[in-house]
C-alpha cells in the first residue's frame, strides 16, 4: 500500500498561484497514473487534474484548464499541481490519490490510494 502526503495548500487571494505536491511512500508509483481530486463542503469529490505513468499525457477538468498545471518526478515519487489564476471557485480540500491503472481515469473508483487533502481557499 502507498501512503501520500499533500503539502502547499492555503489561503490566497483571487487571481493567485499556489503549487501542491504530493509525496508517496511505501511504494514507488512511477507505474500508475496519478490524479488530483477536490472537494468542496456540500459537493462531490471531482476529478481536477490526472497524469500517466510516464508523465507523458496528462488530462484536466474542464474548469480548470488553461490555469493549472500537472507534472511528476518519478525519481522523487512527487506530484505536483501547479495552480494559476485562482478564483474563489478553486476553494476546495485538495486530494492526491494514486490509480490503478498506467492511464488516466477520471472516476475516483479508478485510484486506490488517498491522502488525506490540503485546504486551497481563494479569497475574492
Known amino acids: 500500500q502507498v501512503q501520500l502526503v499533500e503539502s502547499g495548500g492555503g489561503l490566497v487571494q483571487a487571481g493567485g498561484s499556489l503549487r501542491l505536491s504530493c509525496l508517496a511512500s511505501g511504494r514507488t508509483v512511477s507505474d500508475n497514473a496519478m490524479g488530483w481530486f477536490r472537494q468542496a463542503p456540500g459537493k462531490e469529490r471531482e476529478f481536477v487534474a490526472g497524469?500517466?505513468?510516464?508523465?507523458?499525457?496528462?488530462d484536466y477538468a474542464d474548469s480548470v484548464k488553461g490555469r493549472f498545471t500537472i507534472s511528476r518526478d518519478n525519481a522523487k515519487n512527487t506530484v505536483y499541481l501547479q495552480m494559476n489564476g485562482l478564483k474563489s471557485e478553486d476553494t476546495a480540500l485538495y486530494y492526491c490519490a494514486g490509480g490503478r491503472y498506467g492511464g488516466i481515469r477520471h472516476s475516483t473508483g479508478a485510484y486506490d490510494s488517498w491522502g488525506q487533502g490540503t485546504q486551497v481557499t481563494v479569497s475574492s
Open positions: 497524469i500517466s505513468w510516464s508523465g507523458t499525457y496528462m
